[in-house]
């Protein structure tokens, strides 16, 4: 039941888990127009398990879906028509390439292949037919080759290009991109083929906003072909490993960027005085950078920082007294480092954050009184900290709480009840040992709740009677799903809505 960052103490946060497409390995890309659903059941079928009547386009796309073995060709239907039921045929991976023929010059606009099977350089020529109209692609997880790219260059007005996973394009593939100025957004994320060399092809990709060459190994000293990219809002190059300081120098001129991720690289505190002039910038990532806090020198010259993640860094309270400059902040990420109560102290001005992670630092009972005045904060992470029960009344004045972790702490029953008047509570983490059915009746005021978390809590059958007062009646029985399961001492996630 605990929270899965509970259980995952000694690793890095990975976000290729989060968000995932239809086949719950990449995020979906494309347009704006972008008509598919992420199921792979017929949407006639969705319809009727919700009692409602499917339109006659919905039936009509399922009748040809059905059918498709009987349809040589149907570029004479109007585009948006084929983009449905093109869409139709992924979503329900009945498209093969043979009914891919099918598609043939139909303009269509989005074509997302995201992990589907069986693409490869074969799928190139009807991808490319689409022509001037094709604006979004997504090849993710294919086994497109190198040469396969090169049926793109008649796409000229292609703006969405995501190559995500796809391992057997290299530097060479990336040349036949160059000439794709309209792309605004290109994804090549793990790929250990592209080189400094190869990302000479991005420096013609002047209206890139967004680039994203994530866990790509080879790229260092690459970043120099990317400087004249000025309209680039967004930057991914995490788990870089080989990004260095010299890497930073490159993006200084980037001043349209407004994200930075370059969380496990080896940039330092000098690499960071580089992005001093990045004015736009209000997301920054820097997880697992041997940063310390000498780095908020250049951070405070950041006007527009919003998002700030120094967790895994090098941090110690030595220099915290630099964080007071930060004062436009709403995210705050600190977890893992080894900062003290001494630290909080100057948090306390960031009256602007809503978000704060002290995820296993050295903090205790008397830091929290500095977060009392910290009115606007949604989310506080305390898992694995050494706060009780005397810090949370700290918390007890902090109204606009949603959610917070206390897994790993020594908070007991009696503290329970100094959150009870935490009214917009909706997320509870509560995997400490020390936890009874005692402490659950203080909860029963929080109505709000949707998600609480109880492993490793000592619950039994008496105690599911508090969770009932503050479950919503429909749930009721749910309860008696629980009860079951902690007669058997199984873990439990309560989804309470």
Not at 383 to 393: I, K
Not at 399 to 418: A, M, P
């Amino acid at each position: 039941m605990g929270g899965a960052c509970s259980r995952k103490r000694d690793q890095l946060d990975n976000e290729d888990g989060l968000h995932r497409g239809v086949s719950g390995r990449y995020c979906k890309s494309g347009s704006s127009k972008w008509l598919a659903t992420t199921s792979t059941r017929p949407i006639v079928e969705i319809q009727r398990e919700k009692g409602k009547c499917p339109s006659l386009m919905e039936l009509c796309i399922y009748k040809i879906r059905e059918d498709i073995d009987n349809y040589g060709s149907f570029s004479k239907l109007p585009r948006d028509l084929s983009q449905l039921i093109f869409n139709e045929l992924v979503n329900s991976q009945r498209l093969t390439n043979v009914s891919l023929e099918a598609f043939r010059d139909c303009a269509l606009q989005d074509l997302y292949l995201g992990d589907y099977p069986g693409v490869n350089d074969n799928w190139m020529d009807v991808i490319s037919s689409q022509g001037s109209s094709l604006l979004s692609v997504d090849l993710s997880g294919s086994d497109i080759n190198d040469p396969g790219l090169i049926y793109l260059k008649d796409c000229a007005n292609l703006q969405a290009l995501n190559l995500n996973y796809c391992d057997q394009i290299s530097d060479r593939g990336l040349q036949h991109i160059g000439g794709l100025s309209n792309l605004t957004s290109l994804s090549f994320r793990r790929n250990s083929a592209i080189t400094a060399q190869g990302m000479t092809a991005f420096s013609g990709l002047v209206n890139l906003l967004k680039l994203d060459l994530e866990k790509c190994p080879g790229i260092h000293a690459g970043l120099v072909h990317i400087k004249g990219l000025t309209k680039l809002e967004s930057l991914n190059i995490k788990w870089c490993n080989c990004i260095t300081d010299a890497d930073m120098k490159p993006l200084s001129g980037l001043t349209n960027l407004k994200s930075l991720q370059i969380s496990c690289s080896k940039v330092t505190d000098f690499g960071i005085t580089y992005l001093k002039g990045l004015q736009s910038l209000s997301i920054l990532n820097l997880e697992g950078c041997p940063v310390t806090a000498s780095c908020l020198d250049s951070l405070s010259a950041l006007a527009s920082l919003l998002y700030l993640n120094l967790s895994r860094c090098s941090l110690s309270d030595d220099g915290c007294e630099k964080f007071s400059k930060l004062g436009n902040l709403k995210v705050l990420n600190l977890g893992f480092n080894d900062i003290s109560d001494a630290c909080l102290i100057y948090l306390k001005g960031l009256t602007n954050l809503e978000s704060l992670n002290l995820d296993s630092c050295r903090i205790g009972d008397d830091g929290l009184v500095h977060v009392t005045g910290l009115r606007h904060l949604k989310c506080l992470e305390l898992s694995d900290t050494e706060v009780g029960s005397n810090g949370l009344r700290h918390l007890s004045g902090l109204c606009n709480l949603e959610s917070i972790n206390l897994s790993f702490t020594v908070v007991t029953d009696g503290g329970l009840r100094k959150l009870s008047g935490l009214s917009s509570l909706k997320s509870l983490n509560l995997d400490v040992r020390q936890i009874t059915d005692a402490g659950l009746a203080a909860l029963t005021s929080l109505t709000g709740l949707t998600h609480l978390d109880l492993f490793g809590a000592r619950i039994t059958d008496s105690g599911t009677i508090y969770l009932r007062r503050c479950m919503h009646p429909t749930w009721l029985p749910l309860c008696f799903w629980l009860i079951f399961y902690i007669n058997f001492e199984a873990p439990i996630v309560i989804p309470m809505r």
